[in-house]
Each structure stands twice: as C-alpha cells, then as structure tokens.
C-alpha cells in the first residue's frame, strides 16, 4: 500500500495525482467497501485539494513573523481535523491523513508548549525583577522618609538611622539601662547637715495674716534697699525678702478649692508669658496647699529660659541650660501609654545639638498626681532625678537615658556608656508641693546652686513665684 504523506512529497501536484491514480489498486483492496473508481477519483479530488491548501498555509507560515507561530499553528491543526473527519466518513485512507494530522498537531502542540513554557519563565524572571525593583524603591521611600522625619542639623548615615527609628515605640519597661546607676538611695531622702535647717510650716515662726500665710521673715519693707521692685529686694538672692509691690500685687489671690482641670474660658488673662495666657485660676492654684498647674509650670519654665538667654547676651557666652516645658516627657512617653518614641519629640531638638549644652531641664509629671524632675547632661553622659517624695520609678531616668542616647545619634555624635542616680533632696512639707519644688529645682540649678542650699519655707517660693509671673520677669 502506498504511504501517502509519509515521507517526502512529489515535486508538483500534477505528478501527485498521477502517483495518486497509479495506486488506485491497491486503495480498492484496501480502502471503500464498494471498490467504486468514482468515490476513490473523488476522495482524491478532496485530498489533492487539501494538500494544495496546507502547502499554501505553509509557506505563508514561513514567511509570517515569528511571534504569529501559534496562531497559524492553531489553524493547520484545526484544517487537519475537518480533513481527517472528512476522510474517515469516505474512504479508509482517512484514518491514515487522521493519524499524520493528529501527529502534527502533537508537535505543534508540543512546540506550543515549549513556547508557552519558555515565555513563562521569562514573565516568571521579569515578575522577580520587578519585585526587586519594588522593594529597592520602597526601600530608598521609606529611608527618605526617615531622613525627613529627623532631619537633623547635619546628614545622617544609613546605619545611624536604623539605630534610631527601626525600634519605633517601645514599652518603658522594656528600656534597658546600659549604664549602672552611680547614686543608688532608700525611698526616704537623706537629710544631713549640708541642707541646713529647713524651714517648715510648723517652724517657720510668725507669719502674715493674710490668705498666703508667709513667713514674716521673707517680707520687705517700704525702707529696705531695692524695695521698689517688682518682685524681691535681692533677685540675686534665692531667699530675698519680697517687696511690698509683690505683697500688694499677690495679696487678692485666694486658694483654688475646687476640682476643674482648666481655667474658665470667660475669665480675662492677668498676663501672658511667651505664647501662654495666665488667668486668675491658674494664679490660685500657685497658692498654699493647692496643687500647683501646669499652665503655671510652663509659663515659669518659660521664664527660666528666657533669662538664661538675657544671661547669656551679657555675658556673651553661648547658652549653657536648655529648658523642655511639661509636654516634652509627656509626649514622648506617649501620655498615658506609657510607651517611648523617640519620632515622637525629635521635631522639638532638630535644631539643637545638646552636645555643647551642660545641662537639659526635663519637669515630668507621673499620673497627674505628682511632680518629679529630670536632668540630662549630655557632655557627661548622665541623667540626675529629683523627687521630694524621695524614690522615682526606673522608668523614667530609662526614657530620659534612651531619649539622650537617641538624640547624640541623630546630630552625629558616637554613642557611650550613661549613668544615672537619683539626688538625695529635701521632702516636700505637704502633699501638693511637689510642683513647686520642681521649679524652685529648676531655679537653684539654673543659677549655679546646688539642690541642697533649698532650705526656704515652700509658702515663701509659692507666693514669689505667683509674684514673678505676675511681673513677667525673674531679674
């Protein structure tokens, strides 16, 4: 039986119907049942005209461009398969063209595979790229980003950022202290000879009789030198007695009794001090026995900064103290959450490079019930704590320790080892002095004074300290 298909083709198609006719024979034999000349001549009409339109696919195949292989791939094999059917309904031979065509399809099938793999892994590798490419510029986002967050004085280092930011908000009670601590006390401050006699409510000796209830001894009067001031006869005496313009100016303050947490909107401010309005509630709660405001606290710390400064102008010497307002500590251990973050406050220290200050004031306030004190010296490396009810949490010389390491980072400066120690200090004479003592800390430090030179009555620093804000001024 002659092999149709199988093989190489005649060169014409002229010469393939002859070859075609000169097997008839042996199609007979073999092929339709009836054995009819007529059916046999026209299924290889049908054929012929098959073949005629494949090498014409052909050829236009070869001359299309390579990305259409598929396509024309995917047409042969569907004219493959109406041809197959068509000769299996006719004539035996069919199966024959069935079983080249389904052969065909099956490399082209397979070819279309390799393709279709081929093209899978280049998507596969250019998926990759692009995930790489992503993450590269997702990463060079979020480095800017941070270097915006921070923007110190001075360019940052990739690594010096990592340092800072990648920790984000920790627990303050996961802070580590790396540096032991150098002045370990009980709960109970130490009081001993270098403080003096302190005096107290019950020994002060006489006082006025007015609402304030100031010792006697820390009054002026009309014919004492310097009585003409606004405020105290000595401002470079940390117990000069106060003037009568003070005692005049302080005397219609009565003590705030009552339970608000901020002053009545209706009441007119008596003064403002930088950006802070300070009304009449807020100057009662600076009386005795009453705890004192933060309004007031801020307002004072304000006053503290600004003569540093006019001290600083005349002496023409750069600024030695730096002075953070209630909301620094507050804001940075996320108020109540009790969380640190360095991101938190860095906005309020990008300009500064607390490397050329000796000292930084930090008043905090534990659960809105008490008033503690911090200082942090950057040159040495160290964070003192004061407390007039004699113990401060771990916590918060760990912040204070944290917040010192982070900044010195961020302006460039090598990180080291940090101490800390709790200062022994006098004890506050009542339950709501806790605040005064934190500025009057703040005072005696500022002017060069150590701590323990604080020996005066609280009701004299409370009624001096109304006297001053109401001045504006502490010269």
């Known amino acids: 039986r002659p092999r149709l298909f199988c093989g190489r ?47 014409l696919a052909r050829s236009s195949h070869a001359e299309e461009a390579p990305d259409a292989e598929e396509a024309d791939g995917a047409e042969e094999s569907t004219d493959s398969k109406v041809s197959t059917d068509e000769e299996e309904s006719t004539d035996g031979e069919g199966s024959t063209v069935a079983k080249e065509s389904t052969a065909a399809k099956e490399s082209t099938d397979s070819m279309g595979s390799t393709d279709s793999e081929e093209a899978t892994d280049d998507e596969e590798a250019a998926n990759t790229e692009e995930a790489t490419d992503a993450a590269r510029r997702a990463d060079v986002a979020r480095r800017a980003r941070a270097a915006r967050r921070v923007h110190a004085a001075r360019p940052l280092k990739a690594n010096n950022r ?37 005096e107290t409510r019950a020994a002060a000796g006489p006082r006025s009789n007015d609402s304030w209830k100031t010792p006697l ?97 005349v002496e023409k010497r750069p600024t030695r103290f730096h002075f953070f307002n209630t909301f620094m500590f507050s804001t940075m251990t996320r108020n109540d ?24 004031f930090v008043p905090v306030n534990l659960g809105k019930i008490h008033w503690v004190f911090g200082v942090v010296y950057p040159q040495r490396r160290h964070v003192d704590t004061y407390d007039s009810l004699g113990f401060v949490p771990t916590w918060i010389p760990a912040c204070l320790v944290r917040w010192g390491k982070d900044d010195a980072t961020v302006h460039g400066h090598k990180r080291g080892k940090w101490t800390w120690s709790r200062v022994p200090c006098r004890l506050q004479e009542g339950g709501t002095d806790c605040g005064v003592f934190t500025v009057k800390t703040m005072d005696y430090l500022s002017k060069g004074l150590p701590q323990a030179s604080m020996t005066g009555s609280m009701d004299y620093y409370r009624r001096r300290m109304a006297a001053e804000l109401l001045a504006g001024t502490l010269l």
């Open 9 to 55: 083709l005649p060169s014409s198609l002229a010469h393939f119907t002859t070859w075609l006719a000169a097997g008839s024979g042996s199609r007979r034999r073999c092929g339709s049942p009836d054995g009819s000349t007529a059916a046999v001549n026209g299924a290889a009409a049908e054929v012929t005209g098959e073949i005629e339109r494949l090498s």
């Open 162 to 198: 990592a340092m800072i930011l990648t920790a984000g908000v920790l627990g303050v009670e996961r802070i580590p202290l790396d540096g032991p601590t150098v002045a370990e006390v009980a709960s109970s401050p130490v009081v001993n000879a270098a403080y003096g006699e302190q």
């Open 217 to 313: 001894c820390y009054l002026g009067v009309e014919s004492a030198e310097g009585a003409d001031k606004a405020t105290v006869c000595d401002p470079a005496d940390p117990r000069s007695p106060l003037t009568p313009r003070a005692l005049l100016a302080t005397a219609p303050i009565k003590p705030y009794r009552g339970s608000a947490q901020r002053a009545p909107q209706h009441e007119v401010p008596l003064v403002t001090i930088g950006n802070i309005p300070l009304r009449l509630w807020d100057l009662r709660r600076t009386a005795p026995a009453v705890m004192l405001h933060d309004e007031a606290i801020n307002a004072y710390v304000h006053l503290l900064a600004q003569r540093e400064q006019n001290w600083a102008g």
């Open 337 to 360: 959450e009790l969380a640190y973050s360095y991101e938190a406050v860095y906005r309020w220290s990008r300009r500064l490079d607390f490397k050329s200050y000796d000292a930084v």
